[in-house]
Each structure stands twice: as C-alpha cells, then as structure tokens.
C-alpha cells in the first residue's frame, strides 16, 4: 500500500471510530464490492468483533420478514440500543444491485439516528445470503451497534446460511406456509433456535404453532422419553453440528440444552412481538451460560478461513491468473482424450497456488 493510500485508510478509520455515518457507510461499500484495501480494513476491524448480537431472520417469500424486523427494532429502540440491519434482497436483473423492495417496507424506521439499514444483492449467490454478508456484519459489530439482524431472501431447502453466520436464527412462517410435513421438507428444523407463525390473525395460525410444536419435538427425539427421534435419527444433534462446524477433537462438555419455542405474532400490529423479543433475551443468556456462542464464533470464524481460500484461489485462477488461457489451449487434448479434465485442473490450481505463496503475508493489526 503506498503512502497516500495508507493516510486515506487511516483517515477513513479515523471518521469510523469517531461515529461517523459516511464512514460507516463507505468501508462497507469497499467490503461489499471487494475495492483495493477491503482486507486491510478488515484486519484492523477485527480484533473489536464480539460485542453485537447477531440475528438472522428467515423464512419463505410473503412471511413478514421486514414487518417484523421493524416491529422488532422498533422494541430494541425503546431500549436505547443501536440496532443495524442487513437486508439482503433480490438482484435487480437490469442493474445487478439490490431490488431495495425490504429497505421500503422498514422506510419508518430508516429515520431513526440509532438504527443503520443496508441492502445487498445476493449477485446469484446461493444460501439466502450475499457472499459479503458475514463481512458486513463484522463491520457493523466493530461500528459498536449492539444488535445486527440480518433478513435473508425467502428460502428453500438449500438456502440455510444464515444459521451457520448468526448467533440466534429466526424462522418465520405463516398458516398458509403449508402444514408441519411441508415445513420439515424446506429444510429450517435444523436452522432455527426460533419459530415464529406470525399473520396468526388468520386462520389455521393455531394449528400451524401446536404442530410445528409437536414436530420439532418428535424430530428433535424429545417427545417422548423412550421413543426414538424420527427415523432413529436424533436431529439435536445435526443441529448442533450444522451450527458448530466440523466436530471437535474432545467432545464439548455438557450442557442445557435450548428447547427451541414456538410463537405467534402479527407484525403489523404489533402482537407477540414483545415475546419474541424476550425469547431472543433468553437464548442470547443460553449462549452465554452455555458457552455456545464462542463455539458458534470460532465456527464462522473457521467458515471465513475457508471462504477466504477459495476466493483468493479463484480470483487467481480465473480473474488474475492463467486459468482461461490454460483451458482454452487444453480443449482440444480434451476432446481427443489426450489428458482428463483432472490434469487441467490440477494444472490450474497449480498455477494459482503458486502465484499465492509468493504474496507478501498480511501483518497482524495492531
């Protein structure tokens, strides 16, 4: 980094620690769209993670999401907390920005001093989330806001990486998302450490709470003492893994366990939404007492390593590196049988692994 670059990070950290908005609102840009220096920002970020609670709020498309997250923010506010929120919409087709329609809908609370909104393009990433997200709530856990909830797009069974970069994960569902087999089926019982049916004005809200209850506990293997979990597969335990990461070398010590509550709201109103706050009150105490919030942060710290490799093996593969050429010239061997796809690759990666070991290693912060 040459030296007028260097002052104009300083600066620009300067203006970040001093509170500034702009500030705020510029490093995340050069995070979000990878400008020049977006690691040097984030390694001097990093050593002050740890203070936000991160919240995901997911569910399929008509949930209520946004409306709730106003509703939700607005009780944080009452509070005196600072709250952020990371709403990641939709690419526009015609601009590949975001489609801002989530960013509308909290329009009210967009005024409030203590409340900071960011819209990202998910950019055709897959998992509900924009690859950058987990970055831009680091940033904002370093700005000091003590709450960062971050709304996914509407899922699918696939779209599940919210639980794997929040603390506490938020499934949201309505009575005419389908009846509780449906609900299993998407794939959020191993995701979630909330259920809310919110709209529950409507009909069938109490049918949709009690038998999301009743599965989660027989999927779970906690409705009855001496009955096996569904199929003999106690799903506390994949939940456990899919939100610590790979197991550790030592099992981790005993612990109460969350019993995973089931509630209703109706965001417009207001209703249930102080209960829902509660029991995001209480599950953040669990991952305190538990110590499973550390575990969780070591977790998405590991995740972000890897991240991190594969992005710089890419970009120098493809972007910087020699990756098309190699392939274009090794098209013609391919069709003929004359090497595998496997030589190519390995040729490839090869290269690119090369180019990274000659890059100069990135000080520690301090």
């Known amino acids: 980094m040459d030296a007028g670059a260097h002052a104009d990070r300083a600066a620009l950290l300067r203006a970040f620690d001093a ?13 979000e769209n990878e400008r020049a220096g977006f690691r040097d920002l984030l390694t001097a970020l990093h050593p002050r993670l740890g203070r936000a609670h991160r919240i995901g709020i997911t569910g399929p498309p008509g949930a209520g999401k946004s409306t709730l997250t106003a509703a939700l923010v607005r009780l944080y506010r009452e509070r005196d907390e600072r709250v952020a929120v990371v709403a990641v919409d939709p690419t526009s087709p015609f601009t590949g ?23 990202m393009a998910t950019r055709g990433s897959l998992g509900g989330l924009a690859l950058s997200t987990r970055e831009v709530s680091d940033v904002l856990d370093a700005f000091g806001f003590d709450r960062v909830i971050v709304e996914t797009v509407g899922v699918g069974q696939s779209e599940l990486d919210i639980a794997a970069a929040a603390d506490t994960t938020v499934v949201i569902v309505v009575p005419e998302s389908g009846d509780s087999v449906q609900a299993m089926k998407a794939g959020l019982m191993e995701a979630s450490d909330l259920f809310v049916v919110n709209k529950s004005d409507r009909p069938g809200a109490e049918r949709m709470a009690r038998e999301l209850s009743q599965m989660l506990h027989l999927r779970l293997g906690r409705a009855l003492r001496n009955v096996p979990a569904h199929h003999g597969v106690d799903h506390s335990r994949m939940a456990d893994r899919l939100k610590q990461g790979p197991p550790a070398a030592t099992p981790p010590e005993e612990r109460p366990a969350w019993e995973i509550p089931v509630l209703q709201t109706v965001a417009e109103t207001g209703q249930g939404v102080p209960g829902m ?21 070591r977790s998405r710290m590991a995740d972000r390593v890897r991240e991190e490799v594969d992005r710089r093996l890419r970009r120098r593969a493809w972007v910087e590196g020699r990756g098309d050429a190699v392939l274009q010239s090794a098209l013609d061997d391919l069709e003929h049988g004359r090497v595998t796809p496997y030589d190519v690759a390995a040729r490839i990666a090869g290269d690119a692994a090369e180019a990274l070991s000659q890059e100069p290693e990135i000080p520690p912060s301090g």
Not at 277 to 297: F, P, T, Y
């Open 277 to 297: 706050l509660d029991a995001l009150d209480r599950h953040r105490a669990w991952l305190e007492a538990s110590g499973e919030r550390g575990r969780r942060r």
């Open 97 to 119: 920005g975001a489609l801002l329609g989530d960013r509308i809908r909290m329009g009210e609370i967009a005024l409030d001093p203590g409340v900071f909104i960011r819209s």
């Open 19 to 31: 509170g500034a908005r702009p500030a705020l609102a510029r490093v995340i840009s050069i995070v």
